[in-house]
């Protein structure tokens, strides 16, 4: 990560489509389908000696694959049908944990920091989340009108965004599931990914640039106060926050 040097080359035999390594960096999992095969493969292989360990067949192409944070599972996904799957395997024996395919059209997956959720976008603009050990649903949510392309938890696992092919992204609250803010505004021609940095930020690479908002509150009262150049009046404050008690927020 310092020089930028190639220490290891690790091949497959068909295109790698999506990756991830282990929380200990001991084992890489990659996502690989061929152009002329209707399946993906899901192959985990030692990382630092290429040895494969696993090599499981995914229906429907390729949606994913992640890691748990605790290093117990390895979680994949094909896409988009609604025969597409999820599957769950224990990564120190192989074992197939669950698998769950009904109605499922998974299309993007993430894990949640605590290891105890996997949520789960949808061809059909849901977000499904799934209890990580057994596969059975827990809650659901409609995000967009078009299909989830990404979705990814915040390091706190309090909150979720999701970028769809609309061309739109958004945040959203774990617990009351309700959307934070509007949606951010769609780039002509390009589809977001999303990315949560360690730090909290939110990262949004678009297919020459990126974008970096932050998500902490501090940050946006520092933002709003230098935009206004005053604090709020006493009569807009309880225009907008009626049942909060009136207070200075900018520095004078």
């Known amino acids: 990560m310092s020089t ?4 290891r080359t690790l091949r ?22 061929a152009a002329n095969s209707p399946d993906a493969h899901v192959e985990m292989v030692n990382f630092a000696t290429g040895k494969l ?13 992640e890691f748990t ?5 390895l979680v994949a996904a094909g896409c988009c049908t609604s025969g597409s799957a999820l599957f769950a395997w224990d990564t120190r024996t192989g074992a197939q944990l669950f698998t769950r395919s009904a109605g499922l059209q998974a ?14 976008g949808t061809g059909d603009g849901k977000v499904l989340f799934l209890d990580a050990r057994s596969g059975r649903q827990k809650r659901a949510i409609q995000v967009s009108a078009g299909h989830v392309i990404d979705i990814a938890f915040s390091p706190d696992g309090r909150l979720f ?20 803010g509007n949606p951010f505004p769609p780039h002509p021609g ?3 990914d999303v990315l949560f940095e360690p730090s909290g930020r939110l990262l949004l690479p678009y297919v020459s640039n990126a974008e970096e908002w932050p998500t902490d ?8 106060c230098r935009v206004a150049g005053r604090d709020l009046t006493p009569q807009e404050w309880h225009a907008l926050l009626q049942n909060r008690a009136y207070q200075h927020v900018c520095p004078a």
């Open 4 to 7: 930028g040097r190639v220490i």
């Open 12 to 33: 497959f035999r068909d295109p790698v489509w999506s990756s991830d390594v282990s929380p200990d960096g001991r084992l890489l999992a990659v996502q690989t389908q």
């Open 53 to 65: 360990l696993m090599d499981r067949v995914v229906a429907h192409g390729f949606a994913g694959v």
């Open 69 to 73: 944070r605790d290093g117990r599972e």
């Open 107 to 120: 299309s993007a997956i993430d894990v949640a920091p605590d290891s105890r959720l996997i949520a789960v």
């Open 161 to 180: 965004t999701v970028a769809s092919n609309d061309g739109t992204a958004s945040i959203w609250d774990v617990e009351s599931l309700k959307r934070v």
């Open 190 to 192: 390009a589809v977001p």
């Open 217 to 224: 509150l501090p940050t946006w009262e520092r933002f709003a």
